[in-house]
């Protein structure tokens, strides 16, 4: 069973930046598509960007502009990096699959607020 764990969360002011690294303990290699999920508190976990064939991105309105998702295959890596953080970024962010085939991780806590 691969085991996702996410880091690089933390607390930041509006305007700051942070790179969040989701590592894979086994080979993600063969799938296609990862994405970066986040979920607010008293909200349910949205999609806010995918990466296709490691190429390929798409994010959610609400982030696109600002944050940048890319994938490092050799490594099983998947990385976050978000900009212009505002304080309705605050959530706990994960990696998955899309769809969510993997066993969720525990997430990384980002907090943006003054």
């Known amino acids: 069973q691969v085991q996702l764990v996410e880091s690089g969360g933390g607390l930041v002011q509006p305007g700051g930046s942070l790179r969040l690294s989701c590592v894979a303990s086994g080979s993600i290699f063969s799938i296609d598509t990862m994405g970066w999920y986040r979920q607010a508190p008293g909200k349910q976990r949205e999609l806010v960007a995918r990466?296709?064939?490691?190429?390929?991105?798409n994010y959610a309105n609400a982030v696109r502009g600002r944050f940048q998702i890319s994938r490092d295959k050799a490594a099983n890596t998947v990385y976050l990096q978000m900009n212009s953080l505002k304080p309705e970024d605050t959530a706990v962010y994960y990696c998955?699959?899309?769809?969510?085939?993997?066993?969720w991780g525990q997430g990384t806590q980002v907090t943006v607020s003054s």
């Open positions: 998955n699959a899309i769809p969510a085939s993997l066993q």
């Open positions: 990466i296709i064939s490691g190429v390929l991105a």
